[in-house]
């Protein structure tokens, strides 16, 4: 996907990207743990419920430790009230340049 360079370049294609690698990831986790196992032993595999608790118990666990890092992290911007810009003059407008991004990333 990402040899795309519509993908590349636009924030939803990067996290359609993105999404697709973990679900790659946890399939793959699947496919060893429960089909590998499942041939191995040559019976089904049913997880038992206190299993079932343990992950989500590690799921809860990463969403509080986010929860608590935005809290106390100053990991998104936090909102400022607006600032009254003052009118610029001709010349000044002519002198500021754009800083550009992501100019290679089509390369």
């Given at each position: 996907?990402?040899?795309?360079?519509?993908?590349?370049?636009?924030?939803?294609?990067?996290?359609?990207?993105?999404?697709?690698?973990?679900?790659?990831?946890?399939?793959?986790?699947?496919?060893?743990?429960?089909?590998?196992?499942?041939?191995?032993?040559?019976?089904?595999?049913?997880?038992?419920?206190?299993?079932?608790?343990?992950?989500?118990?590690?799921?809860?666990?990463?969403?509080?430790?986010?929860?608590?890092?935005?809290?106390?992290?100053?990991?998104?911007?936090?909102?400022?009230?607006?600032?009254?810009?003052?009118?610029?003059?001709?010349?000044?407008?002519g002198s500021m340049r754009a800083a550009?991004?992501?100019?290679?990333?089509?390369?």
């Amino acid at each position: 996907m990402l040899s795309f360079k519509k993908i590349r370049l636009s924030p939803g294609g990067l996290y359609l990207a993105s999404v697709f690698a973990v679900l790659g990831f946890i399939t793959n986790r699947l496919n060893i743990a429960l089909i590998g196992f499942e041939t191995y032993v040559g019976h089904h595999y049913t997880p038992k419920w206190t299993e079932f608790s343990v992950t989500l118990m590690i799921i809860a666990a990463g969403f509080a430790l986010f929860g608590l890092a935005v809290k106390y992290l100053p990991i998104f911007p936090e909102a400022h009230a607006p600032v009254k810009e003052r009118i610029r003059t001709p010349a000044e407008i002519g002198s500021m340049r754009a800083a550009p991004v992501l100019h290679n990333a089509g390369d």
